[in-house]
């Protein structure tokens, strides 16, 4: 199967809109890869703990899934500096594909379907169009191959970067075991209409190939949720602030359970909400764990959430419930930008992630 996907890959190396991008097609290039998740993940990001299949002699981060996957890359003066992997379902079994539910997405499934992943870029080349280029070179790919639906499993820090993709969050989050709390996200390929009504930069590749509604219609019915797209844009904004409005700025606080946004105006709540995204959890999902990393904030619209720091010695847990109008994560942004604390949800609630 892995020689398969080898000549597959060497067939349409050359196909990409932008020429920077590459597929890796030989073992020298794949090793330069996995050196620099090593470098990202471990070196960088600290995580050793969660990566157990890193491997430290030869500063090489791989996994089962690379043995049958598309490797995508970005070099500069002779090193990799970006990549991204992609796997085709027809090729072998996804990760998490219970909890993305991918059963659901049949007849597409299994063999019209494929998940990204590993993306990650020097830090040098952050906020750069390198990683536009990467997407748009993986979304080629996998039309061409006849995908109908990507998905990823997605940090809720990249969330704005893959809803301007097209993206869009289709179910609950959940726990997964590198990355504790992961969005199940989903790209419907042939969905044109879409793609340019968040002016993603996939639109006019789309539509070099034949437009259909099928799958979009059939992502609907499954998930009535995923019409929302990005649910602090624009698109929806009266419906997202008439929510936000009611759990924001609740008239009856008291003074001991303070708004985050109780002194701020209407329009500036607007303003910094529009940065933001919502999503839903499910009683008992594990949102934060202490000694992670990671950049956001999370405001509780709906639900309650507890929380337990190392210093609790006990079996419980160390302070009142968070409930919505709460905030929590956002001791991330001191210096070592590790979690302080573990945020598990109590019940069904629902998150605006900053």
């Known amino acids: 199967m892995a020689e398969q996907v080898h000549a597959e890959v060497a067939a349409q190396k050359q196909s990409w809109t932008s020429k ?8 020298a290039e794949k090793e330069a890869i996995y050196r620099l998740r090593y470098e990202v993940y471990i070196e960088e990001m600290g995580g050793a703990s969660r990566h157990l299949e890193a491997n430290a002699t ?14 995508f890359y970005v070099s500069q003066k002779g090193k990799i500096v970006a990549c991204l992997r992609n796997n085709l379902r027809r090729d072998g079994p996804l990760e998490c594909e219970a909890e993305l539910e991918l059963h659901r997405f049949a007849p597409a499934y299994p063999d019209h379907v494929s998940m990204s992943s590993r993306l990650l870029l020097h830090p040098q080349l952050r906020g750069s169009r390198v990683v536009m280029e990467l997407a748009c070179a993986a979304f080629e790919f996998g039309i061409r191959q006849g995908v109908s639906f990507d998905f990823i499993d997605c940090h809720p820090r990249l969330i704005p970067l893959y809803s301007r993709l097209g993206y869009r969050i289709y179910k609950s989050g959940f726990r997964h075991p590198k990355y504790i709390y992961v969005v199940p996200m989903v790209l419907v390929t042939g969905g044109v209409e879409y793609l340019e009504r968040v002016k993603s930069p996939f639109a006019s590749l789309a539509a070099l190939f034949p437009a259909t509604t099928q799958y979009r219609d059939m992502l609907l019915a499954q998930f009535p949720d995923a019409s929302q797209g ?28 303070v708004s985050l946004f109780s002194h ?14 919502v999503v839903r959890c499910k009683s008992g999902d594990l949102v934060l764990l202490e000694g992670d990393s990671g950049r956001e904030v999370f405001v509780i619209l709906e639900g309650s959430f507890r929380i337990r720091a190392s210093e609790d010695k006990g079996s419980g847990w160390m302070y009142e419930p968070l409930t919505p109008g709460d905030i929590f994560g956002e001791v991330a942004f001191l210096p070592n930008g590790l979690r302080a604390a573990t ?12």
Request: no cysteine; hydrophobic share 45%.
């Open 20 to 27: 920077n991008v590459k597929l890796a097609t030989t073992e």
């Open 58 to 71: 030869k500063r090489q981060l791989r996994d089962e899934m690379d043995e049958i996957a598309a490797h």
């Open 230 to 257: 990005q649910p602090t844009s624009d698109l929806e904004q009266s419906a997202f602030w008439q929510l936000a409005r009611i759990r924001l700025l609740d008239p009856t606080a008291t003074i001991e359970h």
């Open 264 to 277: 701020l105006t209407e329009e500036q709540i607007k303003f910094l909400t529009s940065f933001g995204h």
């Open 343 to 354: 945020v598990v949800a109590m019940e069904d609630a629902m998150l605006l992630i900053l």
